[in-house]
């Protein structure tokens, strides 16, 4: 979404400096620099590369691995991957939801050292991006929208490890009347279109803070890389991927609603028949995808056995049914074991096809009988596809 120059980059770590104090950002002029947004290696086998945002191959997904690892997970920023320190790195923790009220110029600190050492969390989630599937709003419905053309790969399932929110905030006291958090990150300021929003941040509410909100460090065993958040960052199992600010710098506690244009311009649905002023989106919807190329290339006349996954911010998926022959007929999927949590369901079925062209469909439900429509209400910003994908493939 963001094409930025050299020039840009260099404007925003400076005008950074006016918004928060930048203290752990390692030189923001060499770091960033002509520096790539985007650290780690992105073998085009693995990943769509989209500059400042990669995307996961559905083709090159392991069927056996129930977890995306982490060198392999979708990344998505804003600007420009930061290079942190553990040591100079701290949560500034300020305003008047606190039980005793902090200006932002007199933050309590927690250093990375003080927060490692509180009890530690695991716990498994889908972490996506909003506009996950954004390209078939394009391909599937004919209709124009802006955004990154995601196919169905800015998804992940991981274990992430860290110490609950609710566990810090109960530490630094949090005042009974307090309704909404911010987080705030040490990323440069996100200037697009010659407008600098300052750093990316997004307000939640308190109850979400103190349900299952999670300061991670750690995602599948390792520590987080830079480009997904190192040394800290917030995760909101089930949320919006824009919910969860990577280098975390600060967390604002209000005793009124908090905004920023991360939930009032972006990330909140427009266009179509959405009312303006339409809420901040928050859960994730239900969504399938088949761990194939795209016009994959299958055996005709012999058992196949193809597979894929889905996954739903609001609880784990009870049913997928699926569909090989344009959708005439559905039938059951053979789901994994994962009955509980935030985590994606692998599921498979096998059948014979004839040769031809055909299109393959998923379908999930959820827990809460949340399922997959087959077409999604259009917005302009394309977020939340949740429609049955029609995936072709050929039989030979
Ligand atoms: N500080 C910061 N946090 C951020 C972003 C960002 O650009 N800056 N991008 C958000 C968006 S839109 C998504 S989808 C997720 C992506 O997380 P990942 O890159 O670790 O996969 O991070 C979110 N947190
Ligand atoms: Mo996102």
């Known amino acids: 979404m963001t094409q930025m120059t050299r020039r840009a980059l260099l404007g925003s770590s400076l005008a950074a400096g006016t918004t928060l104090a930048l203290p752990t950002v390692v030189s923001p002029l060499t770091a960033h620099a002509g520096a790539p947004a985007i650290l780690k290696p992105l073998p085009p086998e693995w990943f769509t590369d989209f500059g400042s945002n990669a995307e996961m191959r559905w083709d090159s997904v392991d069927p056996s691995a129930r977890l995306t690892p982490q060198q392999r997970l979708f990344v998505r920023n804003h600007t420009v991957t930061p290079q942190l320190t553990r040591e100079s790195y701290a949560l500034e923790v300020y305003g008047d939801g606190l039980a005793s009220p902090r200006g932002v110029t007199e933050p309590i600190r927690l250093t990375f050292a003080e927060l490692r050492a509180m009890p530690v969390t695991r716990l498994e989630s ?138 009032t311009t972006w990330y909140t649905m427009t266009g179509g028949d959405y009312p303006p002023g339409s809420p901040p989106l928050s859960v994730n919807p239900v969504r399938s995808a088949w761990e194939l190329p795209w016009g994959a290339e299958l055996r005709a006349g012999r058992p196949v056995r193809l597979t894929g996954r889905s996954w739903s911010g609001a609880g784990a998926v ?43 469909q998923a379908r999930a439900t959820d827990i809460h009988r949340r399922t997959q429509p087959l077409e999604t209400p259009y917005n302009s910003n394309g977020y939340f596809f949740d429609a049955v994908v029609r995936h072709p493939v050929v039989v030979r």
């Open 126 to 263: 889908t972490h996506e991006c909003t506009g996950n599937g954004r390209s078939f709003f394009t391909r599937q419905q004919g209709q124009q929208v802006s955004g990154t053309g995601w196919s169905l790969g800015a998804v992940g399932t991981v274990r992430w490890e860290g110490v609950r929110l609710a566990d810090v905030l109960r530490r630094v006291g949090v005042s009974p009347e307090a309704v909404s958090v911010q987080a705030t990150g040490l990323d440069p300021s996100y200037v697009t279109g010659g407008t600098d929003f300052g750093r990316v941040r997004r307000p939640f509410p308190i109850d979400k803070a103190l349900d299952d909100a999670l300061l991670a460090w750690g995602m599948n065993g390792e520590d987080l890389l830079p480009d997904h958040g190192f040394p800290l960052r917030l995760v909101l199992p089930g949320w919006v991927g824009i919910a969860s600010i990577k280098w975390l710098g600060s967390l604002e506690v209000a005793r009124r609603q908090l905004t920023s244009p991360w939930n």
């Open 318 to 360: 009870r049913r997928v049914e699926v569909s090989v022959d344009g959708g005439r007929r559905w039938r059951p999927a053979v789901l994994d074991r994962h009955k509980r949590g935030l985590g994606w369901r692998q599921w498979s079925v096998t059948t014979v096809l004839p040769r031809g062209a055909h299109t393959l």
